[in-house]
């Protein structure tokens, strides 16, 4: 008897979960769930070249849920939007892109020529958007039989944890959605942490692995778990760790944290969450780093590097952010922060576009450098960052004492950069830079061709700075960057 298509697939499917089980990864609880895909939009649908593309929600802080759709092509990519309410008007962020879109009717449309994370919004409102992300072809698929390949095809797949090992490749194909969650029976590692909450084990994790890469162009969910419940993709004492392409939505804590690893690139991530303590990336102890060409929207700092661990901890250092694009729900859209119990060094965010900064906290900002704990940081470098729409704070530099610290001193800030910094939207936004005490102190902040609503920033009142007087060797300067010799945007 001829089998089905889908009776192929499925089979297919469950030979590959079964393979995983028997190689012993350290897969925990999968099996695969042939059923629909998440809720498509309500409110959008989307054509590339004509042809129809899913277009998914997930939950966002304070709103009603975005959507979001993924896609891949080369070339030229005619992309035709069209909204379940009428549009009177629609902007394409960010701003930099250079995208003016055409309106007709409840349509949207414009092309493409290159990758990029893109968001649109109509009638002037930031509710209800949709963040549209355009990704280069895949090249180097990993073969679905190669026994270091742990492989997720199309359909939705139920996992609750997933050790990797050396040379472990993760591979969510196009369509696939791997969903966290916590089986009956399983106990909490801790019964109650800061909040209260029951913490399980890490949903993705490796421990002291080398040569590991997360890749594809699938979805971890982790929306149907309790708030803490579990980290998303945990990465401690590990070495060439590659994650790129996929997207995480709904992250109950975390959704990618480094833990004294070294050699680290995070490519074409997308994160889309709304609970609490949702941090994007954090970077802790933690050296030689890029993260480039990523969007996240969190409800918690976007991406952040830390010392959480004192000495004999490794310091963190060679950090590079750059090429990506923040919408900031709540705490620090990017920066150094809270806990820096060792030093941190080195570490440059460049060529960055914030499109929204909601956060309203004093200790929040778009760019933020806090320290609460005795490390000492430097050489720290804000570079080529655009900034549309801010509602209170864009610098926050501060050394001082709060819940996320735990050692008995302060630390100190040397050698800080902020140039080519602009500033748009209705908001003239505050800054802040302020040192702890006379032996703890903020030293050569450099503000280099700040400009504001237009405005070029050249001393500390016309930005509306505020620095107490534990801070020396403040200097505004209007020359900036040639704009010949800046780096261009790169995938």
């Excluded at 999968?30 to 998440?38: L, S």
């Excluded at 963040?131 to 095809?153: C, M, Q, S, W």
């Excluded at 061709?449 to 405005?455: A, C, E, M, P, S």
Aim: net charge neutral.
């Amino acid at each position: 008897m001829k089998k089905s298509p889908l009776f192929r697939q499925r089979a297919l499917q469950f030979f590959f979960v079964a393979l995983l089980l028997l190689r012993g990864v350290g897969l925990v609880a999968a099996q695969v769930k042939m059923v629909a895909a998440t809720p498509p939009s309500a409110d959008y649908s989307v054509a590339v070249n004509g042809r129809p593309v899913p277009v998914r929600t997930a939950a966002v802080l304070n709103s009603p849920p975005a959507s979001f759709t993924n896609f891949d092509f080369n070339g030229a990519a005619a992309v035709t939007v069209e909204s379940t309410r009428d549009v009177q008007t629609a902007v394409v962020r960010p701003a930099a892109s250079g995208i003016k879109p055409v309106i007709s009717g409840r349509k949207i449309r414009f092309t493409l020529t290159q990758p990029c994370n893109l968001t649109v919004e109509i009638n002037g409102s930031p509710v209800k958007p949709l963040h549209l992300f355009a990704n280069p072809l895949e090249t180097n698929r990993p073969r679905p039989a190669d026994p270091k390949v742990i492989y997720f095809g199309p359909g939705i797949h139920d996992v609750a944890t997933l050790r990797l090992r050396d040379g472990a490749i993760l591979y969510l194909a196009q369509g696939a959605i791997v969903r966290a969650v916590i089986p009956p029976g399983e106990k909490p590692t801790n019964a109650r942490d800061w909040k209260g909450l029951p913490n399980y084990q890490n949903f993705i994790e490796a421990d002291g692995a080398r040569n590991i890469t997360i890749c594809g162009r699938g979805i971890f969910d982790l929306s149907s778990l309790p708030w803490h419940s579990r980290t998303a993709l945990v990465f401690a004492g590990c070495s060439n760790v590659t994650i790129e392409g996929i997207t995480i939505i709904g992250a109950p804590c975390w959704d990618i944290a480094l833990f004294g690893s070294s050699n680290v690139r995070i490519r074409d991530i997308k994160e889309i969450c709304s609970l609490e303590n949702s941090d994007g990336i954090d970077i802790c102890n933690s050296r030689d780093v890029t993260v480039e060409n990523c969007f996240l929207r969190n409800n918690d700092d976007e991406i952040c590097v830390k010392t959480t661990a004192p000495f004999p901890a490794q310091s963190s250092k060679n950090i590079i952010v750059r090429d990506c694009v923040i919408w900031n729900d709540r705490a620090r859209g990017l920066g150094i922060t809270d806990e820096t119990r060792r030093d941190i060094d080195n570490v440059l965010f460049s060529n960055c576009d914030i499109i929204h900064d909601f956060a309203t906290a004093p200790d929040c900002a778009a760019l933020a450098v806090i320290i609460s704990d005795s490390g000492t940081i430097s050489r720290v470098r804000f570079e080529n960052i655009r900034i549309e729409d801010v509602k209170a704070t864009l610098l926050m530099c501060s050394i001082e004492k709060d819940m996320w610290g735990h050692d008995s001193q302060r630390g100190h800030l040397k050698d800080l950069t902020f140039k080519n910094i602009t500033v748009t939207g209705a908001v003239f936004p505050k800054s802040v830079i302020a040192g702890y005490d006379d032996k703890h102190l903020i030293e050569n902040v450099t503000v280099d061709h700040l400009v504001i609503q237009g405005k070029q920033i050249e001393n500390a009142e016309s930005g509306k700075f505020s620095v107490n007087p534990f801070v020396r060797n403040l200097r505004f300067s209007t020359e900036g960057l040639d704009p010949a010799s800046a780096p261009a945007a790169s995938r």
